[in-house]
């Protein structure tokens, strides 16, 4: 495992989260021994490789209590690269008052990422953002324009359907809302429906929504590496059968680097 100096908040969530536990989380594959970063098995720690994105979009997870424990969250691959990530455990009693301060806080435009039907009445739905790339015939709109804060309900189905209904504080917000044509990927904890994608995926939605088609595209091959090796470690393969992981690091520096130049 390759140490970093700082610790992203979802690692300082994962180190709060197991300070207070009773007991130790039993997580599918338990007795590995895991990166306590990326929480990959160590021989296959991704850690070396991750890099920041440059972007003015901002994300706040709002996780479902133990749900940051888990192996296969991949909520903590959008704080790997996108530096402004922020993550607080939910509350049906009462938000944090730092995370409500954030949702606030009148220099971002946030936004709740979720289906449009489960929209409360009055809410506003939006599917498209005042991004940039159509702000650049009206100077006085896009100056105008704030950096988007996209709020992320990080769980389960149903446990995200409960966050949701029970955050009163979420209900005055504007629904983010992406069509249901895109399918999932995610080969670790697919939904039930093909319309419930990965946090990750979700997240690379939002910032080609906010015109960074080159950062998402770089998350979603991070995210390709992150299942990638999640399944190797899953399986009994020789070292031969690693070729598909070298391919997957390579993919994301080629869509880093994109990403990178872009700007």
């Not at 446990?159 to 955050?167: D, G, L, Q, T, V």
């Not at 992406?178 to 080969?187: L, P």
């Not at 946090?199 to 992150?226: H, I, P, R, S, Y």
């Amino acid at each position: 495992m390759t140490m970093l100096p700082n610790l992203h908040a979802v690692h300082r969530l994962y180190q709060y989260r197991k300070a207070i536990s009773t007991k130790a989380y039993n997580a599918r594959g338990k007795n590995v021994v895991r990166c306590q970063q990326c929480l990959l098995e160590q021989s296959l720690c991704t850690c070396a490789s991750r890099k920041n994105l440059k972007t003015q979009s901002q994300f706040l997870l709002v996780m479902y209590d133990d749900e940051v424990l888990k192996p296969s969250n991949s909520g903590r691959l959008i704080a790997d690269l996108v530096p402004n990530t922020h993550a607080y455990i939910w509350s049906r009693v009462q938000g944090n008052r730092e995370m409500l301060a954030l949702i606030n806080n009148p220099t971002y435009q946030a936004y709740v990422i979720f289906p449009s039907e489960y929209a409360m009445d009055g809410q506003a739905i939006v599917t498209r953002l005042p991004n940039e790339l159509s702000c650049q015939t009206d100077k006085m709109t896009q100056s105008a324009h704030k950096p988007p804060l996209f709020i992320m309900l990080d769980g389960s189905w149903r446990e995200a359907i409960k966050m949701f209904r029970k955050s009163p504080y979420l209900h005055h917000l504007p629904l983010l809302s992406f069509s249901a044509e895109h399918t999932a990927q995610y080969a670790l904890r697919k939904g039930s429906h093909d319309f419930q994608l990965g946090t990750c995926e979700v997240a690379a939605l939002a910032l080609a929504a906010n015109g960074e088609q080159n950062n998402a595209k770089a998350l979603m091959a991070w995210f390709a590496l992150f299942v990638e090796s999640s399944l190797y470690g899953r399986s009994q393969k020789s070292e031969a059968s690693l070729v598909p992981l070298s391919n997957r690091r390579a993919d994301f520096e080629q869509a880093y680097q994109a990403a990178i130049k872009s700007i």
